[in-house]
């Protein structure tokens, strides 16, 4: 498809906080008339993620300017890899620079972290999972680095499935309330999710129908003991504080599903930069 | 001012990845005339920032919460205080929580940095300064958070200053005539910065009036140099890979300014969560 | 909730392109200062709904006027019964009538006939489910009609919820295939509904796992044949030309859902109209 | 001309309450270099109106899917004409579906509809003429598609023509009054029309040079009595409950006009679908 | 009613404008508590327009501004009258200032000039209208402001009125075939005019039933004769060149209605200013 | 660049205002098929600005209009010359028409007013500039005509430079606190311009440091001492009331930059039309 109209906006908001009326350092001291070629280059190594966007704000900032992806989004990259080029009108390409890199270097990051999470859990069955705590504005996006990253996607808002918190239990008068309010009141199609924080609520809430089960901030104890009396009747979820030095043992606990904000909330950029290799005045 | 349009842009796109359509869970499991009050609590220590986009937050999600802030941007935070109270129905406390927190914790994470880089040049003459490697859509935002941890803006766009980088330089063909070009076709109201990367290109920009001067990835005695040669006569930043373990003697090498990019593109989210505590069914 | 953002948005464009610059009548022959009550009445019998949206009008035509609701969305009206009152200015009453009526007559014909469907089934396990056979631009609104008529919302998009359709499945390669990618690709969170129009597949979704069935275009021995093959391994929802005259055998046969396009595509609209009761010259 | 911003803006709504984040079921089920070929089939006898949203909506979907109408707004169909051919990626088709049927089936039902009111008064000066009783977001696609259907266009809001109704004239003070105030403060551009009850009203009307005269839900009698008083000396526009199988008795009172509400608010869809008849994977 | 939205999108274009990140001035030098009141006051004699446009930026500049207007849009003002009284936190008032005036300036620009048109052609039966020459993005204020200038409004766009031109008449094959086409295809709500340039061409369009006849560019004798040729069958509205050492001799020949176009696109700016007479530190 | 997003706001409101539905002339009286070749032509002598406006309306009016340039913004022109050609659709190049020439007219007018001034500071050291005392939403364009006029530009807005007024002296306490405020928290990359009325306040702003200052409302003695006590230290600005009769006096004081409201509030449009001078049936 076409840009879509969310990834259309949110680049051309970034475009427009950065250039605002216009670029008055390119305008004053490159001529018109400059052409120019680019290279965007890894400085560190990683995974790469947001080539779209990229792309985007090369189509956003001038029809003429040409970007080559020599690299594709869940590739790996090492110090010195040329990721992209672009050709264009040197002052467009100088006004591409700064956002272009703002999303490759926070989507890489995010790629980047999934991938070390990922590696983490290797031979487990589980599956590594983003969450809902992304950087305002950019969910979309670092979504898609998760999944460039080899992690998977969980709900993507509010909106598109059923996740029963702890405080939706204490506003809906414990699990077992709020289990049958959603089972009578949610829309058929929507798998019903819900977090639980005690073996004995894991296998309440198993016993109810919850076809996912959120073991939030338990210990290794208690995850077992939740495992086993889930008895594979619902898909189970670990959350809660997970670092890439104890994800490897929640893993082999035996859960589906671990889930970790820091991919999205924490991730440091991945170092990229322009280099104009090539210039006509 | 009532929030400023870009601010009120931010939250609404911010809210609309999240809300959607709507919240299913509360909608189904969540009474509509349950009344809820929350806290919303500092889970580790840091600085505070991103109070007025989740009081926005509040105000876009429904016209009957009620948010009175604790604490304000710039605060310093200990985990266990409460930094924010809010009051109002529960499906709408509910749908506030996770993109206030969103914006707090990113927020807060850049405050927090900042604070620990300023506090390691305390008592040198330099400044610590942001950049423009931002999170897309974030960046008035982020320079608002850079300015509660104690730091500076330097420019917010391409728009509000000139400041004559290295690819600049190449297109213009060098130093002298990217310098000479600006002077006469920048807007008069405009400082001029010029990155440079030798103590003879820093003296040649003084020599030329730069207001400003960047000295870009110089190692100690390359600073001392341009220092030197630029006897004052201009500003002078110090940029490049500066680390929290590196800015101390960069500091007091003398210059006015460092810039640290990590401040906005790689802070790690302070962790801050909404506790439910008083509810009415 | 305030008024969702899509709600305002709806409305707006409305209200735009029934007022364009402005009601040139009224600013002739009405006075300023004139003040007007007028009464939304029913003309015909059926189903309220939309009251949210000729609220969202009111307010947005003119901050002085006053909507007193006195029927609710799922009431039923008689012809004759006052559904709502507003008072305010009087030409800013008058440009609220067309759009506030536009919106009630199209929305309680959707609960109207929806109200009709779901009356034939009474009785038997089978609910009424709407489908993405809506009017461009006037979906979140119909299918809350739907809910307001007692009918049950479907999907609301393509983002929501899987569902595999015949074309999907031409472009999968049959049944086995469509089913196995999807498990294998599709968010965790998501249900997996697929469309078959034999027994045969219908068996064949249920042994690969499928949790929602939808029987297309099937004659009443293939129905019954197909939900003895499923044996209660999935949901099984009915589609496909279903009629007021038939809907009820069809709800007999023991599927768990029937949907009914017409109730979004093709519902005449309720007969309303506002009379001006009072007015002050 | 392009595509006009308001038809941009009603397809870019439609596809986005539709997309949403994206299609899951076709990412996860049809493979990304799939391409396809579809026609769209009528299933029902009719008149043909929107395929100007339809090749909108294809643009918007994608930038290489390409629409081939085969047939034009205004044209009859048959069950089983191919009305359009679109081909193009795989998934592109599968997103382009529904939002584009959506339009079709609604725009086309008006048409249909308004082609049997048309050929009701076939050999009578009456002229059927639509309302502002229109489906809200939709009034200039179902304006163009009453002119597709044989009919003529009345004002399209508030903003471009006098229609003094009976509210206003309760607001102004009578008959006179309305029209002596707008002869005096409506723009001199527009023409006046006036709805009235009464043959005295009406003869009123014409004596204080109105230009349109509507004759609302009058019986033949009153009609018949209206056009003698008038005299030819306004255009008659009859109003009110006009049914098809009423239409043609009152064309024949000699009436200049007779609006429809019901071409807008109540035409059942025309039953259109998309076939996919080949593919290469 | 409330700001109707094209006022809103305006004002809100005009402060987005001025303001874009923030009036840092004022955040720099004064404090964030001082309050100040502000008085417009007029510099020179003029008539007053805008009044609608001056609020609303005040409505948007911050929800603690209040405005009083001390004249309304039509008044007359001397040098020395205070206009509107502003009170509001300080630098609030100082955003308000430069678009509030821009808009006062602007539009009492045109009120004056048309008021000064207005009064040359006092005593004759000629009405100053004005044109579709007006500054991009102004055209419903400065239609307003003609209003306030005691001028009428000739139609507002393309939309909503029949107006045949010279080029219409070229690509048409001339006056009659022009009329004939527009008479057959035109919305039977909207008057007809046409523009002439010759007596002869005046005539024939009388003949044709043209409502309004444009006398272009015509000297004294062929608007003299076009007027007896017509013989009151259409409105004559004289175009062209009109100044306001000429409108008068021109109005006494006896045309209806006298365009011009300078109103709107030549009105030199009223000058107003702000000064703020009261604050608190 | 592509058109920057700001014109294209621009130009899109400007053609909404105009085009509304649709041009109801042309789509009466012009045949679908019919092209035409118009010429804009220049009636008066002048300056030409706003070719990019023109050209983004073409742009949007109609996918196939051709526009070819044959001047340039700065460009002079005499009555006669042919200033751009355009070719399309017939009903495309009339609705392209008027919006265009508006355009083209009101930043002549601009472009032209400046280049008057700027003749008559020929051989001073003084640059005229401009202010921002512009049309509402025309900022962007009318500083581009200054600048095709021979000027300089000031700041584009509150948020780009620093310029201390008369108000915000009154609200921080004098020249000296507003200067002290400012030199603290002001961005570092920002000049500071103070407005000052006596010679005695120009010493103090340049003992303190201003970058620029503006001498406002001051006759020549004062302006004459202002400079000498200013040294050079400071560019100095010239502003209030400036004509065209007496710059030249003015720039002949010595000051660097004079200002001149009249250039963007009070420019009289340059008369320019388009005609038609090719077409086929």
Redesign the interface.
Same mark, same amino acid.
């Given at each position: 498809?076409?840009a879509?109209?969310?990834l259309k906006? #949110? @680049? /051309? /908001?970034?475009?427009?906080?950065?250039?605002?009326?216009?670029?008055?350092?390119?305008? $004053?001291? #490159?001529a018109a008339d #400059?052409r120019?070629v680019?290279e965007i280059v890894a400085k560190a190594k990683g995974v790469l993620a947001g080539m779209e966007?990229a792309a985007e704000v090369a189509c956003?900032?001038?029809?003429a300017i040409c970007i080559e992806p020599l690299k594709s989004n869940g590739d790996p990259v090492e110090p010195g890899d040329v990721v992209a080029r672009v050709a264009g009108?040197?002052? $467009? #390409?100088?006004?591409f620079?700064?956002?272009a890199?703002? *999303?490759l270097?926070?989507l890489s990051?995010v790629a980047t972290l999934t991938r070390a999470f990922v590696e983490q859990v290797a031979g487990t069955k589980a599956?590594v999972?983003d969450t809902?705590?992304?950087?305002?504005?950019?969910?979309?996006l670092q979504k898609a680095a998760v999944v460039a990253g080899g992690g998977?996607?969980?709900? *993507?808002?509010?909106?598109?499935?059923?996740?029963?918190?702890d405080?939706?239990i204490?506003?809906?008068?414990g699990v077992a309330?709020?289990l049958e309010? @959603?089972r009578?009141? /949610?829309? *058929?199609?929507?798998?019903i999710?819900i977090e639980v924080s005690t073996p004995a609520d894991a296998e309440l809430a198993a016993d109810l129908g919850a076809d996912?089960i959120m073991l939030d901030n338990m210990g290794p104890e208690a995850v077992r003991e939740s495992l086993a009396r889930i008895k594979g009747r619902a898909?189970t979820e670990l959350s809660g504080g997970v670092r890439l030095d104890t994800i490897r043992e929640r893993a082999e606990l035996g859960v589906d599903?671990i889930s970790v904000? $820091?991919l999205t909330?924490?991730a440091?950029?991945l170092d990229l930069s322009?280099?104009?290799t090539e210039?006509t005045?």
């Amino acid at each position: 498809m076409t840009a879509s109209p969310w990834l259309k906006r #949110v @680049v /051309a /908001a970034a475009l427009e906080e950065d250039l605002g009326r216009g670029d008055i350092t390119s305008e $004053a001291c #490159v001529a018109a008339d #400059v052409r120019a070629v680019g290279e965007i280059v890894a400085k560190a190594k990683g995974v790469l993620a947001g080539m779209e966007a990229a792309a985007e704000v090369a189509c956003q900032v001038h029809e003429a300017i040409c970007i080559e992806p020599l690299k594709s989004n869940g590739d790996p990259v090492e110090p010195g890899d040329v990721v992209a080029r672009v050709a264009g009108p040197g002052r $467009a #390409v100088l006004a591409f620079e700064r956002t272009a890199l703002n *999303f490759l270097q926070q989507l890489s990051g995010v790629a980047t972290l999934t991938r070390a999470f990922v590696e983490q859990v290797a031979g487990t069955k589980a599956v590594v999972v983003d969450t809902r705590k992304t950087v305002p504005g950019m969910r979309m996006l670092q979504k898609a680095a998760v999944v460039a990253g080899g992690g998977h996607n969980h709900r *993507f808002g509010l909106y598109d499935a059923i996740l029963i918190k702890d405080n939706h239990i204490r506003l809906a008068g414990g699990v077992a309330q709020a289990l049958e309010r @959603v089972r009578a009141g /949610a829309p *058929f199609a929507a798998k019903i999710e819900i977090e639980v924080s005690t073996p004995a609520d894991a296998e309440l809430a198993a016993d109810l129908g919850a076809d996912i089960i959120m073991l939030d901030n338990m210990g290794p104890e208690a995850v077992r003991e939740s495992l086993a009396r889930i008895k594979g009747r619902a898909l189970t979820e670990l959350s809660g504080g997970v670092r890439l030095d104890t994800i490897r043992e929640r893993a082999e606990l035996g859960v589906d599903l671990i889930s970790v904000g $820091a991919l999205t909330h924490s991730a440091p950029a991945l170092d990229l930069s322009l280099e104009i290799t090539e210039w006509t005045r």
